[in-house]
């Protein structure tokens, strides 16, 4: 895809973000337990269709062009957020979905997969974002449990704080459609935050 291309799409998602309202400013406590000046909540996401349209459609061409349709039989959604970009991403790759249960099931099954899965597949982990990679990195570690073979995660959002490093000590090669430096950059070459938040973004990074 052209340079002029891909930075438009940036800024269409960077544009997104602040439209919905998935990007808040405050002191926030993530899941990691530590706390933060800014939140992304891309769970809102869904309910803007048009907005949903564009998101999935930068899943469909990151999953092209940076891992390959071939390489995977499976796609696997990360719980809660990415579970919804999964599944529509799944129709539209024509490739069978699953997901990861937050906790294996008591009853049932008494699984922690959801969907079929056979040892030996290949299973593309698809989440929203990530911060340490400690909820992505669990879910790798789930599929492989049942068999999966994992080697590529997608997501929209690397907030930078050791996730992609996280998961290359398990093997597993993050794509990220933009860093949150990138985001935080254009955001404030947009107008759409003041230099203290843009500040306040890219001090969390490491």
Known sequence: ???EQIEKRETEFCKVLVKTGAIKFGVFTLTSGKLSPYYVDLRIVPSFPEALSKVVGIYEDLVRTAVGIKKFHRIAGVPTAGVPFASILSFRLRKPFLYVRKET????????????????ERIL??????????????????VRSEGGLVGDAVVLIDREEGGAKHLKTMGVNLHAFMKISQIAKTLYALGAIDESKFKDIVRQCI
């Open 125 to 142: 982990i698809v989440d929203d974002l990530i911060t340490t990679g400690k909820s992505t990195g669990e879910a790798v570690e789930a």
């Open 1 to 3: 895809m052209p340079k």
């Open 105 to 120: 099931k008591t009853h049932g099954r008494e699984r922690r997969i959801e969907g079929l899965l056979s040892p030996g």
